[in-house]
Nanobody, 119 residues
Framework: QVQVVESGGGLVQAGGSLRLVCEAS????????MGWYRQAPGERRELVAS??????TYADSVKGRFTISRDTAKRTVYLQMNSLKFDDTAVYYC??????????????WGQGTQVTVSS
């Protein structure tokens, strides 16, 4: 069993900052890619940022404002969000690419954390 738990969402005024944290635990041999997605009401889930051993990638809409980082030993990924805009309002989901002790690779999702930016 693998658990993925996010925290750090909340309500913030436009221009403010939030830091999201996601921790994976359970039967994990190793982790490949860790990422953050978001889904606004009536919209499709979209990739915000991801990080692996080759580096980080970002959606164009968040470049220069958001920073993703990871602590491999703690199986944790962070998303520092600065200069937040109203359009950043969404439920943010953590996605973790896990390799199990049986060498099976599959993605796991967290339950989501709400980020609301007031204009």
């Amino acid at each position: 069993q693998v658990q993925v738990v996010e925290s750090g969402g909340g309500l913030v005024q436009a221009g403010g900052s939030l830091r999201l944290v996601c921790e994976a635990s359970g039967s994990i041999l190793s982790i490949d890619t860790m990422g953050w997605y978001r889904q606004a009401p009536g919209e499709r889930r979209e990739l915000v940022a991801s990080v692996d051993d080759n580096g980080a990638t970002y959606a164009d809409s968040v470049k220069g404002r958001f920073t993703i980082s990871r602590d491999t030993a703690k199986r944790t990924v962070y998303l520092q969000m600065n200069s937040l805009k109203f359009d950043d309002t969404a439920v943010y989901y953590c996605n973790v690419d896990v390799i199990s002790y049986t060498y099976i690779r599959r993605p796991y999702w967290g339950q989501g954390t709400q980020v609301t930016v007031s204009s």
